[in-house]
């Protein structure tokens, strides 16, 4: 996965989609990294107290105090916006805070200006942000048990990040935490497995371009 990171956080300098799901890809990396290493709350407290005792103490800025009270009360507004954004969605609160920490904050926003649209049998999608001039776009994706996206190709390039439960599109499996990379001509068909929802972040460059009945529907509406 370091190597793909790699090459997205070159490519996410001039484009925000990418680089809100490297960001998230990155947060996803260092809780797995702090879970793997078995940090408890405690310990981090611990660790980050022993750091801040090696800086070097300053004098505090005319208003510090007041700002920081400021940004607590706006904590918990925001708090208090993601209760409203999630129930008026319809969608069960706890699932959309677990998501990680870049993704949840996207779509916390996205839903109190739109909601999920269908993609299809047990599909929901998302818009995270207005499709930019050159055909970006990104959603996330939640996907149930058993279901999916249409079999389709691409327009452009398809970046894709598993947040949570897995899927497989016909040629490998992805779970959470892995990118998922596909280009024009590659044809795919990414259906959930077993267990828990899967949610995912996309990023395309222009539209899928659906095969079977649903290629045929998608024709049809571009010519009208």
């Not at 300053?58 to 954004?85: C, N, T």
């Not at 949840?104 to 649209?117: F, I, M, Q, S």
């Not at 327009?155 to 998922?180: P, S």
């Amino acid at each position: 996965m370091t190597s793909t990171l790699t090459l997205l956080a070159e490519m996410a300098s001039a484009q925000p989609a990418l680089r809100l799901l490297l960001d998230t890809a990155t947060a996803m990396r260092d809780a797995a990294v702090t879970a793997e290493n078995d940090l408890s709350t405690k310990d981090a407290d611990r660790i980050g107290g022993a750091l801040l005792e090696q800086e070097m103490a300053v004098e505090m800025s005319v208003g510090a105090f007041d700002r920081a009270m400021a940004q607590i009360d706006g904590l918990d507004q925001a708090d208090h916006r993601a209760k409203l954004a999630a129930q008026a969605a319809g969608q069960g609160l706890t699932e959309i805070l677990n998501l990680p920490a870049p993704a949840r904050d996207a779509a916390l926003n996205a839903l109190e200006h739109t909601g999920w649209k269908f993609g299809g049998r047990g599909l929901k999608r998302l818009a995270l942000a207005e499709p930019t001039a050159d055909g970006v776009h990104i959603e996330l994706l939640r996907i149930m048990p058993g279901s999916g996206s249409p079999r389709h190709d691409h327009e452009g390039d398809e970046v894709t990040l598993v947040l949570c439960g897995a899927y497989h599109d016909g040629h490998r499996r992805y779970g959470a935490g892995d990118i998922a990379l596909a280009h024009k001509g590659f044809v795919h068909q990414p259906i959930a497995e077993p267990g828990e929802v899967c949610f995912a972040l996309a990023v395309n460059v222009g539209d899928l371009r659906f095969s079977g009945a649903m290629g045929l529907v998608q024709r049809a509406l571009r010519l009208h």
